[in-house]
């Protein structure tokens, strides 16, 4: 069968990628296609039920462009793969959890996917990227799957009070509501996968602990599924502190965006310390999400990118001044 789409509205560059990037993609999911490009339009040879698949799916991305203004290969092949997930079959080995009222929580992205597979082949390991690529939450689910299936007997989720520094004690109430403020990201996470009657009970029961980082210190976490969160915020002292906290049969995630510390300038990064010292250590995994990756509303990673852009502006104008202001060397009278 052969099949003619034309692309209306929308510049075939936008579609196909420069130098054709994104229609290799696609051809690569369907390999038993041929799929040439010619100005907007795009001719399809192969199968009738293959091509009526491809035209579909070609569908869903010019869709996605009309709505976002925007697409790239990392979206492309997570449209792809949500095709692929549409053909699991029934033993729900592509959902981490059966969230609150049947939802079905899965890794959204290949970054996120990734994430779940180092967790599957490691015990400990970092997940970094900038916010709203699903680190804290993709993590989350994972420890509540591990609960689920009984091969751990709790879950401990930790992070560094940085934020508060020497104002808590100007927030009202006891230690635990002058810090809940603070983990608000964990609980909000846990009441998308669990029941609140029975999360007030693990909570209650301490089958689910949600605890500052400073609490961890002389413990061994053992049996447990334990995630740190918001690790850039970490000094190294803390980071040593935690990892070695490590029970015989504990699984650790460490999270972090290293474009948000909130440490004093002047003092390093735990996570970013531990990144280069653990680097390469077998039973360490390490994966790093991007801005392909943020699952929020379509203007995050527009924000992203722009303060990326900014950033590095402000950095080459810094390089300039400290050029200016520095004499040269042979400078004479």
Partial sequence: MEKTIEIKGINPVEIFGVNNLYLKKLTLYYPTLKIVARGNKLKVLGDEETVDLFEKKFEQITDYFHRFNTISENIIEQLLIEEADSKNSEDGTEILVHGNGGVKIKAKTINQRKLVQAVNENDMVFAVGPAGTGKTYTAVALAVRALKNKEVKRIILTRPAVEAGENLGFLPGDLKEKLDPYLMPLYDALRD?????????????????????????????????????EAQNATVMQMKMFLTRMGQTANFIITGDMSQVDLPKKQRSGLSYALDALNGIEGIGIVRLNQHDVIRHPLVKRIIDAFEVAEEKDKAEREEKKGINTPPNDLTI
Avoid: H, Q
């Avoid at 009970?201 to 605890?211: K, R």
């Fill in 193 to 229: 996968m669990i029941p609140p009657e029975k999360l007030a009970d693990m909570l209650e029961y301490g089958i689910i602990e949600i605890a500052p980082l400073a609490f961890m210190r002389g413990r061994t976490l053992d049996k447990a599924f334990v995630i740190l969160d």
